[in-house]
């Protein structure tokens, strides 16, 4: 299957995408999450709630080791 998408322009921005971690004290769960931003600072993904920070940092080496690899379905 073809991508519909492959000509599409994609932007450039002045700095590369970043994951932030939020702290407990900082979400509105109580939880440790991450947020994925773009260079521009838009909302590009979110995670699910964990319980430690460790388990926070394990999910953003989990996500950008298969991130290249994933299908557009």
Do not use: H
């Amino acid at each position: 299957m073809s991508d519909p998408y492959a000509d599409t322009i994609v932007p450039t921005f002045s700095r590369a995408p970043a994951f932030e971690i939020l702290s407990p004290e900082k979400s509105r769960d109580k939880s440790w999450r991450w947020q994925l931003k773009a260079g521009n600072g838009e909302l590009l993904a979110t995670s699910e709630p964990f319980g430690s920070r460790t388990g926070c940092l394990d999910s953003i080496s989990r996500v950008k080791a298969s991130a290249a690899a994933a299908e557009i379905r």
